[in-house]
């Protein structure tokens, strides 16, 4: 048996994923990083979710690597010991799961609660949509303790919001308070800290009855559409059309345009 370090919730379509390491501000470990992948991996693969949020319990969202994790720490006590290799923690654990949350086949939402640092910041940025709540903040804690951004922050952060403003956040690591991430372009929403759950619930509710299969897609076309060059870019939309065009959401979103009535999304 091991600690829960994710609590899982599922409301309808859409599955609440939850870091429950209150008393730390939700810090990585490397057990709660497994955990996480996995519950994304989970609801990968459960036909029922169409929907996943991903919050942190108590008051912060997550303050990124735990930074009392011996696996990382220095040994302060032990000069003579070789320097802890991050790299390997990163590849083993940030990694797999950066890339689990970027392949989630339903749009993932992230919910900050509050404080969002280093890999912390990095996880809701690499979500689709991130409400934050009006006492929430982003800290590219990083730089602060001579790292570079994680977990899919260093190509995150210039995309959204522009290299000068990249740099600035990663380079000074300052707090960016949510309502300031919000005029910036970083985030999609900053809301009342007491309206969160309710925003995030009918948003949640919102995107589990669209097309999700399409959304997902959209995000991987946008995401490659950053690497290559228009006309490629042309093409790769002509192929996911072409797919587009023979599922189930299809018919079903121009039936429903026709008879007027509200679509019964059932691709995932
Ligand atoms: O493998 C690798 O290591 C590479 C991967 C790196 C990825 C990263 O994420 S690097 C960035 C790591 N995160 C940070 O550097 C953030 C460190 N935390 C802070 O700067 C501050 O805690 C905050 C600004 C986020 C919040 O400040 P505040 O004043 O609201 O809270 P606090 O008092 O600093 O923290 C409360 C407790 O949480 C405290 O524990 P205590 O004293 O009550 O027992 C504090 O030590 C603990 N805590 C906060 N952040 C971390 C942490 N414990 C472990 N690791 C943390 N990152």
Known sequence: MHDTLIEQAQAGAVRTLRLARPAQLNACTCALLVQLREAFEAA??????????????????CVGQDLKDPLVAPAFDDPAAPPKDMGHVVAQYYVPLARALRA???????AVNGVAAGAGASLALGCDLVVAAEGASFIQAFAKIGLIPDCGGSWLLPRLVGRAKALEL?????????????????????????????VVG??????????????????????AGQLVDFDRGLELEV?????A????????????????????????
């Open 239 to 243: 192929t996911a059309q072409s797919q």
């Open 104 to 110: 989630m086949p339903v749009p993932v939402i992230a």
């Open 44 to 61: 990968a693969a459960d036909a029922t979710v169409r929907c996943v949020v991903l919050s942190g319990a108590g008051r912060a969202f």
């Open 245 to 268: 065009g023979f599922r189930a959401d299809y018919a079903e979103g121009v039936a429903a345009f026709v008879d007027k009535r509200a679509p019964r999304f059932t691709d995932r």
């Open 202 to 223: 009918e948003l949640a509710a919102r995107l589990a009855a669209g097309s999700v299969r399409a959304m997902a897609e959209t995000r991987r076309l946008m995401d």
């Open 170 to 198: 990663a380079l000074l690591g300052d707090k960016l308070a949510a309502r300031e991430a919000e005029r910036i372009g970083l985030i999609h929403r900053c809301v009342p800290d007491a309206e969160l759950g309710t």
